[in-house]
């Protein structure tokens, strides 16, 4: 059974970084071949994409405020998948979730399996 556990959120001041991090199982040695994706829901807001990366290590950026600031990576022999968000800012608060669609590119499409999510709080 597919897994994704994310952990790594937590409370930072403005300015700060964190790394997030998404431990994916039950891929039955495919890992490598997917594409994951991080997502994000703020209270009282829709959930929305972050950041993708696809099996070829191509980061696809789905929201043009955390470009240059946000970067997604994979280590496949560890099968997960890393977010590290610096220069981070109040509006950043959010649940934020990984998830796949099981396809090789970032597709934006509808993901099949997620994560239970990782707070991130932004705040002095």
């Known amino acids: 059974q597919v897994q994704l556990v994310e952990s790594g959120g937590g409370l930072v001041q403005p300015g700060g970084s964190l790394r997030l991090s998404c431990a994916a199982s039950g891929f039955s040695s495919t890992f490598e071949y997917h594409a994951i994706s991080w997502f994000r829901q703020a209270p009282g807001k829709e959930r929305e994409g972050v950041l993708c990366i696809s099996k070829s290590d191509e980061s696809t950026y789905y929201l043009d405020s955390v470009k240059g600031r946000f970067t997604i990576s994979r280590d496949n022999a560890k099968e997960t998948v890393y977010l590290q968000m610096n220069s981070l800012k109040p509006e950043d608060t959010a649940v934020y979730y990984c998830?796949?669609?099981?396809?090789?590119?970032?597709?934006?499409?509808?993901?099949?399996?997620w994560g239970q999510g990782t707070q991130v709080t932004v705040s002095s």
């Open positions: 998830a796949t669609d099981f396809l090789d590119y970032c597709s934006g499409g509808r993901q099949d399996y």
